[in-house]
């Protein structure tokens, strides 16, 4: 299917899920640029401001093409620098401070096994120009799975000290990883007509990979997950993601139209 | 991290073509294999490369010295028979 194709309710539909995509990532590589010069070690750093340029540039590419299906003449740039928090569409484990190493680290772990599965499956998408994207950036997304959950590994099964971390924060980001298998009540169209994957239908085999690299590290999954206000996908964030959106955006506010 | 406390250090060899040799392109640390490896990639091939990386901890590199150079390599050098001049590769022969 191309994008003339579609038919105006379905773009509407899919400019939501493309800045869902395009925001979790933008927001999730924002927060990993802030390790930029903080690394644990030079090598670590270099890997943090990897994955954070991976994260971007496949936010542009959903950004960009989120423009075009929502054809109203915004590009990546300004869906990126010129929406406000309540435009944001990201999931909200995405925004959250990065904390320390070991958070980071967990935090991108579970976010990169949800979206190589997200990626996997769009590869079958019936939308041409996502289909292309999803098969772009799988590539990278494995290497983000390698490269946390050897991490997740050698800090739960480490130190006590770092065991004892990395724990935490799998106790304090757990609770938010269900939100991403909901869908709004908009995606139902994309689902209907193959364009996205029913992610609820994927909550069980993310489970068993996680499941199984927590078990390796001697972490331990926690049991109850308390109820959250926040919905990412609806505009409702945490107040973190103000914040942060100000010092990201605050360069092409104060200088419209800037060029390098 | 004052310097007794950084972690071992690695060797890092890049292919840059299939077939190719293997040539070192610099270090990283690490406290194992795997995560050397990814350091290795994270430092040295992130704006490309293909072909493989190879990591290698340093001390397991047995080295020759300064004091070594002379014996090793003086020799050769006013022998062209040593070398193989006279000699025409054939064509099909790459990577020589």
Same mark, same amino acid.
Not at chain 1, 18 to 23: E, K, N, P, R
Not at chain 1, 87 to 100: C, V, W
Not at chain 1, 216 to 236: D, V, W
Not at chain 2, 12 to 23: D, E, L, R, S
């Given at each position: 299917?191309?994008?003339?194709?579609? /038919?105006?309710?379905?773009?509407?539909?899919?400019?939501?899920?493309?800045?869902?995509?395009?925001?979790?990532?933008?927001?999730?590589?924002?927060?990993?640029?802030?390790?930029?010069?903080?690394?644990?070690?030079?090598?670590? &750093?270099?890997?943090?401001?990897?994955?954070?340029?991976?994260?971007?540039?496949?936010?542009?590419?959903?950004? /960009?093409?989120?423009?075009?299906?929502?054809?109203?003449?915004?590009?990546? &740039?300004?869906?990126?620098?010129?929406?406000?928090?309540?435009? @944001?569409?990201?999931?909200?484990?995405?925004?959250?401070?990065?904390?320390?190493?070991?958070?980071?680290?967990?935090? =991108?772990?579970?976010?990169?096994?949800?979206?190589?599965?997200?990626?996997?499956?769009?590869?079958?998408?019936?939308?041409?120009? *996502?289909?292309?994207?999803?098969?772009?950036?799988?590539?990278?997304?494995? #290497?983000?799975?390698?490269?946390?959950?050897?991490?997740?590994?050698? *800090? %739960?099964?480490?130190?006590?000290?770092?065991?004892?971390?990395? =724990?935490?924060?799998?106790?304090?980001?757990?609770?938010?990883?269900?939100?991403? @298998?909901?869908?709004?009540?908009?995606?139902?169209?994309?689902?209907?007509?193959?364009?996205?994957? &029913?992610?609820?239908?994927?909550?069980?085999?993310?489970?068993?990979?996680?499941? =199984?690299?927590?078990?390796?590290?001697?972490?331990?999954?926690?049991?109850?997950?308390? #109820?959250? #206000?926040?919905? %990412?996908?609806?505009?409702?964030?945490?107040?973190?993601? %103000?914040?942060?959106?100000?010092?990201?955006?605050?360069?092409?506010?104060?200088?419209?139209?800037?060029?390098? | 991290?004052? $310097?007794?406390?950084?972690?071992?250090?690695?060797?890092?060899?890049?292919?840059?073509?299939?077939?190719?040799?293997?040539?070192?392109?610099?270090?990283?640390?690490?406290? $194992?294999?795997?995560?050397?490896?990814?350091?290795?990639?994270?430092? +040295?091939?992130?704006?490309?490369?293909?072909?493989?990386?190879?990591?290698?901890?340093?001390?397991?590199? +047995?080295?020759?010295?300064? $004091?070594?150079?002379?014996?090793?390599?003086?020799?050769?050098? $006013?022998?062209?028979?040593?070398?193989?001049?006279? +000699?025409?590769?054939?064509?099909?022969?790459?990577?020589?």
């Amino acid at each position: 299917m191309k994008l003339e194709e579609l /038919k105006d309710s379905t773009r509407e539909a899919l400019f939501g899920y493309l800045l869902f995509l395009g925001d979790s990532n933008l927001v999730l590589g924002h927060r990993l640029s802030e390790w930029c010069g903080h690394g644990p070690m030079l090598e670590e &750093d270099i890997a943090l401001a990897n994955l954070a340029l991976d994260c971007v540039g496949q936010s542009a590419n959903f950004l /960009k093409l989120a423009g075009e299906v929502e054809g109203k003449n915004r590009n990546e &740039d300004d869906l990126a620098y010129l929406r406000d928090a309540v435009d @944001f569409r990201n999931a909200t484990i995405a925004e959250l401070p990065r904390g320390d190493f070991g958070y980071t680290i967990m935090r =991108q772990f579970l976010v990169s096994t949800y979206l190589y599965i997200v990626f996997k499956n769009l590869r079958e998408s019936s939308f041409d120009d *996502l289909k292309s994207i999803a098969q772009k950036s799988i590539k990278e997304i494995k #290497y983000h799975v390698r490269h946390s959950s050897e991490w997740v590994l050698r *800090l %739960g099964d480490g130190t006590e000290e770092s065991h004892e971390r990395i =724990q935490k924060s799998l106790n304090e980001l757990w609770r938010y990883t269900d939100e991403l @298998f909901t869908h709004t009540a908009t995606d139902k169209t994309l689902i209907e007509q193959n364009i996205i994957s &029913d992610m609820s239908k994927y909550h069980s085999e993310w489970l068993e990979i996680v499941s =199984q690299v927590i078990k390796e590290a001697t972490l331990t999954i926690p049991e109850e997950k308390t #109820y959250l #206000y926040h919905n %990412g996908r609806e505009g409702k964030h945490t107040e973190y993601l %103000g914040h942060m959106l100000a010092e990201m955006q605050i360069l092409p506010r104060s200088h419209p139209g800037a060029v390098w | 991290m004052s $310097d007794n406390e950084q972690l071992p250090v690695w060797e890092v060899f890049m292919q840059q073509k299939n077939g190719g040799p293997h040539q070192h392109v610099g270090n990283v640390h690490a406290a $194992d294999a795997e995560i050397a490896l990814q350091n290795a990639r994270d430092v +040295y091939a992130r704006r490309g490369g293909n072909g493989s990386i190879w990591v290698v901890p340093l001390e397991t590199i +047995y080295a020759s010295g300064s $004091d070594d150079e002379a014996p090793f390599f003086d020799p050769s050098d $006013d022998k062209a028979y040593r070398h193989p001049n006279f +000699y025409r590769v054939p064509k099909a022969v790459k990577n020589l």
